[in-house]
């Protein structure tokens, strides 16, 4: 422990599971000491040096959990997170909770980099991560419950997005999908709304029913993002479907083809649902979040038809397991 930090600056938290051993962590890591009645950051491993085990293990040692990142290192430990994501998930060392906690950052940091800059390094970034979620799903058994738990409640389409491939990968599962199918389907509930890129914020953000040429701008979205997937050379396949699918309504009122139940895929008629219910149950602009039990209503009475009847009654019986 050595290089005392004096320079005013700001620090979060980390936990000691999120740090693999003989990894290099690409940010420093620092910890918080107290000494005579004050506190300070003290560096404890330089980012360009493995953290060693014995440096783990003096931490275990003492008890100590929580360490410290400078603000401005932010990027690099999600960077970090995220290329060390199937270790972090697969130590039993780490508890549920915070596995949750990290799957969930970095998804959430991964694409807000995908929607920011949707270039092929990027999409095959969020299948690389869509492949981790499944795993980590159909093999820890508090995946639920944890993931749940932490759906945010904010609206940003990048954490609509990681709530629509959460909830959505979730209930795939209790819909008996297979892991294959899983892995492509969660690539596209993380893009669903990708097209969304190429629509102006002014009118996304619109705090006002929009006009016709703006709704006709937002129908867009759909065939904009499978587009930018093709563009991206990313070879997906099934994704596409999901994109391109995820606004048709059962009884042919949806967009961009007007298709009927038995031409929407499952996933998407599946990926439908949770879209909306997200929608529902987030703060918006426009409306505070509705409670799940209302959101349900609300899709149960005024969307009835538009949905795929039998798979909303499973959605509701999936949740039930979950919020009671
Ligand atoms: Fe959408």
Do not use: W
């Not at 795939?172 to 890129?197: R, V, Y």
């Not at 629509?199 to 953000?205: A, F, K, W």
């Not at 959101?295 to 005024?302: A, V």
């Amino acid at each position: 422990m050595n290089n005392q930090n004096k320079m005013k600056r700001d620090f979060f938290p980390v936990t000691l599971g999120s740090l693999k051993t003989d990894t290099v962590i690409g940010c420093d890591i620092y910890l918080l000491v107290s000494n005579n009645g004050t506190s300070s950051y003290v560096l404890y491993c330089k980012g360009d040096t493995a953290f060693e085990n014995d440096k783990r293990e003096l931490l275990v040692r003492k008890n100590i959990n929580r360490l410290f990142v400078g603000n401005e290192d932010q990027q690099k430990y999600s960077e970090y997170l995220e290329s060390n994501l199937p270790a972090i998930l697969s130590d039993e060392k780490v508890k549920p909770a915070e596995k949750a906690k990290i799957v969930y950052g970095t998804a959430t940091t991964m694409l807000n980099d995908v929607f920011t800059e949707p270039v092929h390094k990027n999409i095959v970034r969020s299948q690389t991560f869509a492949y981790n979620l499944i795993d980590y799903i159909l093999r820890e058994g508090k995946a639920a419950d944890n993931l749940l738990k932490i759906t945010s409640h904010d609206y940003y389409t990048y954490t609509h997005s990681v709530n629509v491939a959460t909830i959505g990968s979730l209930f795939a599962k209790s819909m008996g999908l297979n892991e294959k199918d899983m892995k492509s389907f969660c690539t596209g509930m993380l893009l669903h709304d990708l097209g969304k890129t190429k629509i102006s914020s002014r009118i996304l953000n619109k705090n006002g029913p929009l006009t016709d040429d703006e709704f006709k701008k937002i129908k867009m979205h759909p065939e904009a993002g499978a587009e930018i997937l093709r563009e991206s050379g990313s070879g997906f396949n099934d994704e596409y479907l999901v994109i391109l699918q995820h606004h048709e309504n059962c009884d042919g009122s949806g967009y961009p083809h007007g298709l009927k139940k038995e031409e929407i895929h499952y996933v998407s008629r599946l990926v439908h649902i949770i879209d909306i219910y997200d929608a529902l149950t987030t703060r918006r602009s426009y409306s505070p979040p509705k409670k799940p039990y209302d959101s349900l209503k609300l899709i149960t009475s005024e969307m009835y038809n538009s949905v795929d009847k039998e798979m909303l009654k499973s959605f509701i019986r999936f949740l039930g397991g979950y919020r009671g």
